[in-house]
């Protein structure tokens, strides 16, 4: 029995020894390979399984980006990056990378490692260095390099001064932070370019964990050297340290983005705007064209709490809102709006108990006067920061078109709408400005000290914090330093000009005093704009940002200007190679709150102490989220994606609840449109067991009735992995669906509420919703072109006709009225910004509506009392809408009029009511009744078919587009009231940049500077195709395309030639035609021009160019250029 039990007790220590002990070490070997693919990698491989078996510890291997997941990540002591190349890692997969390096985990990069994620800075810091170059004919060479540590555990077994066989790498943006092991000596080799200090292997420690990088490692030689297996053993154990697993509990560690929640509150929103938080819960927003509207979460039901009549042509509209910060004791809100009538934009304060806002209660603050001729930039975001003190913007309400994307100073007579100076710097001017005032309880307001000007008037409005704003559309205040943040929309143009001065960047900027920001003569970090004359063309000198002036003849303030303040953030249209996070293409920068956890109660939808000090800032177009590092004082240290695996549609507000979590509201894609994506979202957090994630797909959202509607939640998930149930209701009503799927026939026209809730074994229940409107069927509008849709050539005469069905209406000319069919064309010069098209043809669209309010109108009994322009038994339209035209809720309060009737307005005799009239027809005969009082002219609209002369463009542009936009509005439905659809066609010239591509696997997109290579006189990007490598570039019509000319080069120091094959929609599709790529030992004759014929193959296609190797391994060529020609120019 003793025996026994000392047997037992002797197990039990074992057993608890074994658990004290660190688990064994295990090694994530990544190899995948985006551009080059390095030969050696299974030496590589087969180094680290040998080193394992003999240390005792787990290797595995993967080129599957995807094991970048904290469930998989927190099994490795460390990741070993093995040669891979290129971009490897979506953003997901980066966030989740520095999650364990922030965790604790360690980080081997050998060779390739620094020819890898150029655009991801961190990365670039955690590497240590990214790859320049290596020398050429050979590029493996005999050299030597010198241990400076010989101390180390990665170095001490190594001679001092190292010779061996490498192809050694040369390199840019090191990290200053590294500690280098190992030096190379250039002068044993030929091809070295960073001269003494030329490190080749390093250590440091950074964003939490350790790391090791050498340079060496190319060829398969390598991995059998003991020297240098020796060392990599040493960076083993070096990064690895006391052997533990990451431990994601540490507060430095990001959240796991699956974490939060994207949940869709409602959606088809028309264009809103800001969003407020009311202190009994609910959520209140304004849209552009006037309607207030509220979410109330306890009963999840929108209500319309009014709709001011605004002025909404161009950007103007209800911008702007704001609740007073006592509003809960006075029940102040304010907006900044376009009136109808009188061209200011206004600042109001108005009564609102939360149910009702009383118009009557209207003090107006403050007026910013402005011009309705022209287009555009009329910001108007409005907050309160500390003290009571109230910031609202204002857009420099000017013409861009006409300044080939950049500064628009033009001092012509005349031209004074399209001259910024006029307004952004002008002293004595509001508009391109940020405003501070004190509200004070009268509905005036006071000058608050620290204001950029005196308060006397003297020097410039004393109302102006700060000047120099193109298109403030955002801002928001850091409550804890006082500081003003704000995005500022920039101008178009995507290249510098030696002229003109340099390209257009977005700005996030941050005001820690009042200041001048240097708009129209500066952007971005202080580039400076050249003096210009509109008139001549002369060019002058750059401006100077410690000592501007404005001498324009349309300023009426100050000639000289306080200094210029650069950006905090900017970026262009292109890479940028100061913030590279930020990606590329259209841009719209916004600014969002700064989060501080202890504002906040404690409470688990409360948002995590990792970002407890971060600006985030957004982009509207790119649909990003950055979570910006500050440091003590506000200066930059750096930016994240925050959630880079949620879609968003166009957000254009964020706010923080009162539990420490974000609502947001989305505009949707289509500019001056009801999206059906424009959304109020709730971004929820959740720190403890998550709650199911609903996804909910409809096969059709609207129609006519019967309607047949399959319901899918299949892609509904738990990151618990908890088993999930569905329960489904069609409004108040269960239903029974098939688990996740639900098919049901909607027989009577109606708005149903569908909602899903999915539901895990603990209770945590989670709701998806979807609005059916059943009872109109959407119309459909096609362009059909004659021509080429996707190409435009110079003086082409295209034909056109724009069809038109709709199932209620009919088709165009046999029930649908051409008037009521919207064709608009537009020459824009540079098509990375299509805004103005967008208007122009809402414009046309306002001016449609207005018919049909007229046809109404004339078509109903209305006409009997009352005439356009002469009294009858009721009151003339025309005075109608002199006496309503000013009113903010003109169109709500007359459109019930018409339909419930009234009297003693106009006299005694009492006004019918009209009963059966919709309410959205009502308002369209008052929108007509009201637009009587305008005496701006509307363009002449465009016939639904005939002959587009495309001849308005500009010699020498390459990014010009034409836009053509169709679309009709039919006549609404029962139940379901007029529904819009569109067709845009955009036409290009008939070349793309190479670097252009929407896809591409084992290429490798390069800048090339001006002067970095014999005959490069501008910079340009170059794609270089390797072997069995391909770039894709989607929805190009081939419809009378003959030959697609490649131009590019094949120097032979780098290329080894090859063929380019052209496929028609796959990889391995329909072979169109192909090239034969020779190379040239002479650079400057290295280049060529290739036309390749194309089997015809008309219509839209993707389009693949793949790359084959003449070696079966190497780069084939570079292109920078794909021609398209027509093909009687064959």
């Not at 200094?563 to 293409?585: E, K, Q």
């Amino acid at each position: 029995m003793k025996r026994s039990l000392a047997f037992l007790l002797f197990v039990w220590a074992f057993v608890q020894w074994q658990c004290t002990q660190a688990p064994p070490l295990r090694l994530l070997v990544f190899s995948k390979t985006a551009v080059f693919r390095h030969e050696s990698i299974p030496a590589g491989q087969a180094m680290f399984f040998k080193m394992a078996q003999e240390h005792g510890f787990a290797v595995d291997t993967t080129e599957d980006a995807s094991q970048f997941n904290t469930l998989n990540l927190k099994k490795y002591n460390a990741v070993v990056f093995l040669n891979t190349t290129g971009d490897v890692l979506n953003p997901q997969e980066e966030a989740e990378m520095q999650r364990y390096l922030a965790a604790g985990g360690g980080f081997i990069g050998i060779h390739a490692a620094a020819d890898t994620e150029y655009d991801w800075p961190w990365y670039g810091k955690l590497v240590g260095a990214y790859f320049n170059g290596h020398p050429n004919n050979p590029n493996v060479r005999d050299g030597a390099s010198e241990v400076v540590v010989n101390d180390h555990i990665c170095t001490a077994h190594l001679p001092e001064r190292w010779q061996r066989t490498d192809e050694w790498y040369n390199y840019k943006d090191i990290n200053p932070d590294i500690r280098v092991l190992i030096n190379l000596d250039e002068s044993t080799y030929e091809g070295g370019t960073n001269g003494d200090q030329h490190p080749i292997t390093w250590i440091h420690e950074y964003g939490g964990g350790k790391v090791f990088y050498t340079g060496m490692g190319h060829t398969d030689e390598t991995y059998n050297e003991p020297d240098y297996i020796q060392m990599i053993w040493g960076a083993v154990q070096y990064v690895t340290g006391s052997g533990q697993l990451p431990d994601y509990s540490k507060p430095t560690v990001a959240p796991e983005e699956n974490r939060f929640t994207k949940v869709v509150l409602t959606d088809h929103l028309d264009e809103p705007m800001e969003l407020e938080y009311l202190p009994d819960g609910r959520l209140i927003w304004i849209e552009r064209k006037g309607d207030i509207k509220a979410y109330n979460p306890a009963d999840q039901k929108i209500t319309t709490i009014t709709h001011m009549t605004v002025h909404h042509e161009l950007e103007d509209g209800l911008l702007g809102m704001a609740l007073d910060p006592n509003y809960a004791t006075n029940h102040w809100i304010y907006f900044y709006y376009s009136p109808v009538g009188k061209v200011v934009n206004r600042l109001s304060r108005f009564d609102f108990d939360g149910k009702s806002l009383d118009m009557a209660s209207e003090k107006v603050i403050l007026e910013v006067a402005t011009q309705r001729d022209e287009c555009c930039h009329s910001g108007g975001s409005v907050e309160f920061g500390n003290d009571g003190l109230l910031y609202f913007s204002a857009g420099d309400n000017t013409n861009p078109f006409a300044s080939e994307g950049y500064n628009p100073s033009d001092e012509r007579p005349g031209r004074s709408a399209w001259d910024a100076q006029r307004s952004a710097g002008n002293t004595n001017d509001l508009r391109g400005k940020i405003m501070r005032i004190h509200p004070e309880p009268d509905g005036s307001y006071t000058i608050p000290d620290g204001n950029l000007f005196p308060k006397d008037g003297s020097q410039g409005r004393p109302e102006i914090f700060v000047m120099g704003c193109r298109n403030p559309f955002r801002i928001s205040i850091d409550k804890h330093t006082g500081y003003l943040y704000w995005g500022d929309v920039g101008p178009d143009a995507s290249k510098d000009s030696l002229g003109r001065g340099p390209r257009g960047y977005d700005e996030v900027n941050q005001a820690r005093e009042a200041g001048y920001f240097g708009w129209p003569y500066f952007i971005g970090n202080n580039y400076a704009y050249n003096r210009y004359d509109f008139a001549t063309g002369k060019l002058g000198e750059p401006r100077d940002p410690e000592h501007p002036e404005n001498n324009s003849p349309n300023n009426t303030g100050a000639t000289v200007l306080p200094p210029a303040h650069p950006a905090y953030i900017w970026y262009p249209y292109a890479n940028s190679p100061d913030f590279p996070l930020v990606g590329t293409g259209g841009r719209n920068a916004m600014a969002g709150p700064v989060f501080y956890q202890d504002d906040y109660p404690d409470n688990p939808a409360r948002y995590p102490a990792y970002y407890d000090g971060k600006l985030f800032t957004y982009d509207w177009i790119r649909g990003w989220i950055m979570a910006v590092t500050m440091d003590s004082v506000g200066n930059f240290v750096g930016m994240e994606r925050f959630l880079p695996g949620i879609k968003w549609n166009n957000m254009i507000d964020v706010v923080m609840s009162p539990q420490g979590d974000m609502f947001m509201l989305e505009y949707g894609t289509v500019w001056f449109h009801l999206n059906p994506d424009a959304r109020l979202v709730h971004l929820t957090y959740t720190a403890g067991n998550r709650p199911p994630v609903p996804e909910l797909e409809a096969s059709k959202e609207i129609g006519a009735a019967p309607m047949v509607v399959n319901f899918s939640a299949d892609q509904s998930n738990d990151h618990d992995g908890d088993p999930l149930t569905f329960t489904w209701t069609i409004g108040e009503e269960s239903v029974k669906g098939n688990g996740a799927t639900l098919t049901h026939n909607f027989a009577e026209p109606g708005i149903y509420e569908v909602k899903v809730t999915v539901a895990d074994p603990a209770g945590n229940a989670t709701s998806a919703n979807k609005t059916i409107r059943v009872g109109n069927e959407p119309p459909t509008v096609a362009w059909k072109l004659d021509g080429n849709s996707t190409f435009f050539w110079d003086n082409e005469q295209l034909g056109y006709e724009v069809e038109v069905t709709d199932k209620e209406d009919g088709t165009l000319g046999s029930g649908v009225d051409p008037k009521h069919v919207i064709v608009t064309m537009d020459y824009v010069e540079d098509g990375a910004d299509l805004n103005k098209s967008a208007i122009d043809h809402a414009s046309q669209v306002m001016a449609s509506s207005l018919l049909r309010g007229k046809e109404l109108l004339t078509g109903s009994d209305c006409m009997t009392c009352h005439q356009i322009d002469i009294a009858s038994i009721g009151p003339k339209y025309l005075d109608v809408a002199k006496k309503y035209h000013d009113a903010v809720d003109a169109v709500n309060y007359l459109s019930d009029k018409v339909i419930n009737g009234g009297n003693g307005v106009w006299g005694e005799t009492a006004m019918a009511a009209h009963p059966a009239l919709k309410k959205e027809e009502a308002e369209l005969m008052v929108q007509y009744i009201l637009s009587l009082a305008d005496e701006k002219p509307k363009a002449t609209p465009m016939a639904a078919s005939g002959t587009l002369p495309l001849t308005k463009q500009k010699p020498g542009l390459q990014n010009d587009r034409f836009i053509l936009i169709a679309s009709y509005t039919d006549k609404g439905g029962n139940q379901v009231g007029p529904l819009e659809a569109r067709d845009v066609v955009i036409l290009r010239r008939p070349m793309l940049p190479a670097a252009s591509f929407d896809g591409f696997d084992k290429v490798q997109k390069f800048e090339l500077k001006a002067g970095q290579a014999p005959g490069i006189t501008q910079d340009m990007e170059l794609v270089i195709g390797s072997h069995e490598g391909y770039v894709l570039y989607k929805d190009l019509d081939l419809t009378g395309i003959g030959s697609v000319t490649l131009i590019g080069s094949a120097p032979a120091s780098y290329m080894k030639g090859g063929t380019v094959e052209i496929h028609a929609d796959a990889v391995n599709g329909p072979l169109l035609g192909k090239a034969e790529i020779k190379t040239n030992e002479d650079m400057a004759q290295s280049a060529f021009q290739i036309p390749v014929a194309l089997k015809e193959n008309n219509g839209i296609h993707n389009l693949y160019l793949t790359f084959t190797s003449a070696t079966g391994q190497d780069a084939v060529c570079t292109l920078t250029t794909l021609l398209f020609n027509r093909m009687e120019s064959m």
